[in-house]
């Protein structure tokens, strides 16, 4: 899995993720869902149909003192497809903190927002307790506590 560096605040700006993220509700439950091309959905969906794959997602965090930047890395184990997906976690805090909820990471065609229960790619993470750590870190860097209220200074 390819580790992205970057060297100037420019840098983030310039590499967030296009085309963005957001929750759904499905079954009950907050997902927090990745949207994507559809050129990059309709790969996933191809090269997966069928077959037993695993998908392996790191969450690397970028700290500056001010800005959180989350970059998420995906990679289909066996399928050649990697991907970063690069969030903003000062404005993603909810997005993560589903994420560490649900254990879950949907991926959509962004062209079909509307229609997302029928084109939708879930990723179950292994490890909630790793995901729950990486939160911790957000939130931390974000100076929230654990019950979401603002540290003071």
Partial sequence: MKFRQFTTLNDFFDNLHKEGCGII?????????????QSLYDTIIERCMGKKYVVEVLLNIFYDGHYVFVDIQTEFIN???????????????????SLSDSGLLAVIPKNNLNSYTSNIFMIQLPNKERISK?????????????NNEKKTI
Wanted: hydrophobic content about 40%; glycine content about 8%.
């Fill in 25 to 37: 509700e499905y079954e009950g439950n907050k997902i927090p869902c990745i949207y994507v091309k």
């Fill in 79 to 97: 399928l050649g497809i990697e991907e970063n997906f690069l969030l903003p976690g000062n404005t993603s805090i909810e997005f993560f903190n």
């Fill in 134 to 146: 990486a939160v911790d870190i957000i939130q931390s860097n974000l100076g929230i506590k654990k």
